[in-house]
């Protein structure tokens, strides 16, 4: 394991740690360029705005092929359920979003066997009903995903100057925090001997005035 690596470890923990206490959403935008012949998941999250509420939700994908004007439904998840109407796609979708819940907050699928005919534009629905003391309020989101087919996947400069700035910066924190920490403990280091000398001096002093002042003994 290099030396990045193991700087790497503490924060990942860290982030571990706060998503397994506080159950944290976060919307991230699907990736975008799968390679043929391989798996590739579409990425569709949707968070609820008030997280304490119950709620059940369904989740619907559609495609529409490049050059193509038209969306055809092609999975939907509900009650725990799956349905492929697409016959392109029959066993080849799989669900990867939430387990084990109605409640859906990830309603991402993975493709198996990527195909050139995959290119094309994907769109996800995300059908809410959020369960209020007196009502439902019914909420509609969509995520688009513009999927490009690949022969093989190929790192962009943007994608490699942005890591490299990420260990730069990680280092850079590292190597200032240990400086810190040195230049502190020099400093306290310095005040605790100058203390100790200003209590030398001062009872060096007070054991010479005991000396010279005369001594008043009783006749």
Same mark, same amino acid.
């Given at each position: 394991?290099?030396?990045?690596?193991?700087?790497? &470890?503490?924060?990942?923990?860290?982030?571990?740690?706060?998503?397994?206490?506080?159950?944290?959403?976060?919307?991230?935008?699907?990736?975008?360029?799968?390679?043929?012949?391989?798996?590739?998941?579409?990425?569709?999250?949707?968070?609820?705005?008030?997280?304490?509420? *119950?709620?059940?939700?369904?989740?619907?994908?559609?495609?529409? *092929?490049?050059?193509?004007?038209?969306?055809?439904?092609?999975?939907?998840?509900?009650?725990?359920?799956?349905?492929?109407?697409?016959?392109?796609?029959?066993?080849?979708?799989?669900?990867?979003?939430?387990?084990?819940?109605?409640?859906?907050?990830?309603?991402?699928?993975?493709?198996?066997?990527?195909?050139?005919?995959?290119?094309?534009?994907?769109?996800?629905?995300?059908?809410?009903?959020?369960?209020?003391?007196?009502?439902?309020?019914?909420?509609? &989101?969509?995520?688009?995903?513009?999927?490009?087919?690949? *022969?093989?996947?190929?790192?962009?400069?943007?994608?490699?100057?942005?890591?490299?700035?990420?260990?730069?910066?990680?280092?850079?924190?590292?190597?200032?925090?240990?400086?810190?920490?040195?230049?502190?403990?020099?400093?306290?280091?310095?005040?605790?001997?100058?203390?100790?000398?200003?209590?030398?001096?001062?009872?060096?002093?007070?054991?010479?005035?005991?000396?010279?002042? *005369?001594?008043?003994?009783?006749?």
């Amino acid at each position: 394991m290099s030396a990045v690596q193991l700087l790497l &470890v503490p924060l990942a923990l860290w982030a571990l740690q706060a998503s397994l206490c506080h159950g944290a959403c976060v919307e991230v935008d699907s990736d975008t360029d799968a390679v043929v012949s391989e798996g590739f998941k579409l990425g569709c999250i949707s968070c609820k705005m008030r997280g304490e509420v *119950p709620a059940e939700a369904t989740v619907e994908w559609s495609f529409m *092929p490049k050059g193509e004007s038209e969306f055809t439904k092609i999975y939907s998840y509900e009650d725990l359920m799956s349905d492929i109407p697409d016959e392109r796609f029959y066993e080849r979708l799989d669900w990867n979003g939430s387990k084990k819940t109605k409640d859906l907050q990830d309603g991402s699928i993975y493709i198996l066997n990527v195909t050139w005919n995959d290119t094309g534009t994907y769109r996800c629905i995300f059908n809410r009903t959020l369960t209020f003391t007196s009502y439902g309020f019914h909420t509609d &989101v969509t995520k688009i995903v513009h999927l490009n087919v690949v *022969p093989r996947l190929t790192r962009g400069i943007v994608s490699i100057l942005s890591e490299v700035m990420m260990y730069v910066t990680i280092v850079g924190l590292q190597v200032w925090l240990v400086v810190e920490m040195i230049y502190c403990y020099r400093k306290i280091s310095a005040q605790g001997e100058e203390a100790l000398r200003e209590s030398a001096l001062n009872n060096g002093s007070k054991r010479q005035i005991a000396l010279d002042s *005369p001594s008043t003994l009783p006749l």
